[in-house]
């Protein structure tokens, strides 16, 4: 088709489609204006396969239709942009091959990473120092093209008068994990100029953000170290249109009719417990931690002090369970429910995985950042598992992220701070593979104190054998396998989705003074019902950090109800869950109190007692004897009349000895160090 053609058709359709719009968009200023391909191919569909074809060129022609225009003010630069178009000229990154080339095509993906925005040339102009010439040179490859000779036979240096620059920016798109089928996600360079870098599309293509592009490829020639030319040429996605998907919980569209559903869920009885049964039905039992779940789906309130201080509202979980106790098959489902969730497991991940790495530019030179796991999913959630498999070093990452919500970079020449407001909830094994009921969690929990601290709500997972459990659980299962599709939700997957998208962002409830003094007594009575030990140790059964995780689970369960104020109910429902966990992980066996001690620390406060009695009759021995060195049989002696058996004297000996309190001169005998 010839270009007179094309521009005449061009200007037909948007006379007829977008004409308000186009002066619209003059009026505002705006240099582009985006069309729906399908009105095109209604409107005529000769010039849709050349546009299909030849993008560049019929794109060129649209341009100078618009530009006749009887416009309110002239215009230099325009572009037409596309979307919508057939599903035919969808092609996966990973399946663009060279016959693609020059081709109008669309794909979408994950940006991975984004470079500045730095100015191209497309034109540049030259004068002729002998006849005075203008010459047009057009800048199309990388390198900075000048021209050779003039009309008049003139060759060698010309004059530059002008160069016509425009913005431009790189992307990195990468195939979205769930395209895939297990196989490595491939990617792409996209080149984006002109108004798609402005600052309005620049927040919609930030890293983490899926979307689809609309653009043609082209092949960028790849220089050798030698300065000559390599055989193979690399792809670039020239993009003509971005259009940011809908994978921002903020940006969940919910219908009159949907809002309706998420008003009745929450009007019901009990809504917290209909949204915990439809949490996970293929999965037998564990309510507790469905109704944790839900929880923190929904969230606390984020708050920010006048001071600057902020205080998180994303509740941390972790799971740590015996095998094949379901755990990974809930985190899998939390994948589905939770709007933005990121799962990844800690077998492959490294700190830099998790965080953020630096990484170089190939595109544009310099360096850039490339965001990890918990930066992508930045006011969604992270889901771990086999979070003990993953190395020390890889597991410090996780500290500032956890509690302080943001993650601090210092490499090569960049220093950032990167936000990552994101719930974690993270699953592990019990160091030796199952749980010993006999020994301390805290030993049998292969993380650092300080990273288990971190976690609002911590359930240990048990399977133990029990006749009539076992039974129903079996029964369960074999039924499933029998008619796979007995285990419906009552609410389906994508309401769930849009109920906490919706509460997640419209939901602040207020706490008031009912709730805030439930959680006041509790916490009061907590502190204060360890029991004093013989040395006056006492256990530490709760601290302030659970204080605040109790804030943030009331809070979620109001969200829970839509309601804007917490009330007692809420608090109490927030109390039942800290203290169901608190007794299953926490309880000292020996003294029946709960100690905060075992989950943090590795020795309980009856231990620490125990040593500090020991302590004290060394001193009062030595003192006595006016010897150095104590034989054990008199230690043994004295602690019987403080009720100390010896199996205790000896295990508080050995804890002595190894941290190098005391030693042994010789058999039978101890010394102070």
Known sequence: ?????????????????????????????????????????????????????????????????????????????????????????????????????????????????????????????????????????????????????????????????????????????????????????????????????????????????????????????????????????????????????????????????????????????????????????????????????????????????????????????????????????????????????????????????????????????????EAGTLVLANRGFAIIDELDKMGKEDRSALHEALEQQTISIAKANIQATLRCETTVLAAANPKFGRFDPYDLVANQINLPPTLINRFDLIFPVKDLPHREKDEKMADFILKLHQSPESAVADIPSELMRKYFAYIRKNMHPQMTNTAVDEIKNYYITMRNSGKGEEAGMKSIPITARQLEGLVRLSEAAAKVRLSTKVTKQDAQKAIELVDYCLNQIAKDSETGQIDIDRLGGRMTASQRGGISVIKEIIHALEEQTNEKIIPIENIVEAAKEKSLSQEKVEEALEKLRRSGDIFEPKRGFIQRL
């Open 1 to 369: 088709m010839e270009v007179d053609e094309q521009i005449k058709i061009f200007q037909e359709f948007i006379e007829q489609n977008y004409y308000p719009q186009l002066l619209e968009a003059v009026r505002k200023g705006q240099s582009h204006l985006v069309l729906d391909f399908a009105e095109l191919v209604k409107f005529n569909t000769e010039i849709v396969e050349d546009l299909l074809e030849t993008p560049e060129e019929v794109l060129k022609a649209g341009e100078i239709a618009v530009k006749e225009f009887d416009l309110p003010r002239k215009i230099t630069r325009f572009s037409l942009r596309f979307f919508n178009l057939p599903d035919s000229q969808k092609i996966l990154i990973g399946e663009m091959r060279s016959k693609h080339l020059n081709k109008f095509v669309w794909t979408e993906g994950i940006v991975r990473q984004k470079s500045d925005v730095r100015p191209h040339v497309t034109v540049a102009k030259f004068e002729c120092p002998s006849c005075g010439n203008i010459l047009n040179v057009m800048q199309l490859d990388k390198k900075y093209k000048e021209p050779t000779r003039c009309g008049c036979g003139r060759k060698g240096k010309f004059r530059e008068i002008s160069k016509e620059l425009v913005d431009g920016q790189g992307l990195v798109l990468e195939e979205s994990p769930d395209d895939l089928d297990g196989s490595q996600p491939k990617r792409i360079n996209v080149f984006l100029k002109g108004d798609l870098v402005s600052p309005i599309s620049e927040k919609k293509s930030s890293p983490g953000s899926k979307v689809q592009l609309f653009g043609w490829l082209a092949e960028v020639p790849i220089t050798l170290r030698t300065g000559g030319q390599a055989t193979k040429f690399d792809l670039v996605l020239e993009a003509n249109y971005l259009l940011p998907l809908q994978d921002d919980s903020a940006d969940l569209k919910i219908t009159e009719k949907e809002l309706e559903q998420i008003k009745e869920i929450a009007k019901g009885e009990n809504p917290l417990f209909s949204l915990a049964s439809s949490m996970a039905p293929s999965i037998y039992g564990h309510d507790k931690i469905k109704e944790a779940l839900v929880l923190q789906l929904a969230g606390g309130c984020r708050k920010e002090r006048p001071d600057g201080v902020v205080t998180r509202g994303d509740m941390h979980m972790l799971l740590i369970g015996d095998p094949g106790s379901g755990k990974s098959q809930l985190l899998k489902r939390i994948t589905a429910i939770a709007p933005k969730a990121r799962f990844t497991s800690g077998k492959s991940a490294t700190g830099a995985g998790l965080t953020a790495s630096v990484v170089k530019d190939e595109f544009l030179g310099g360096w850039s950042l």
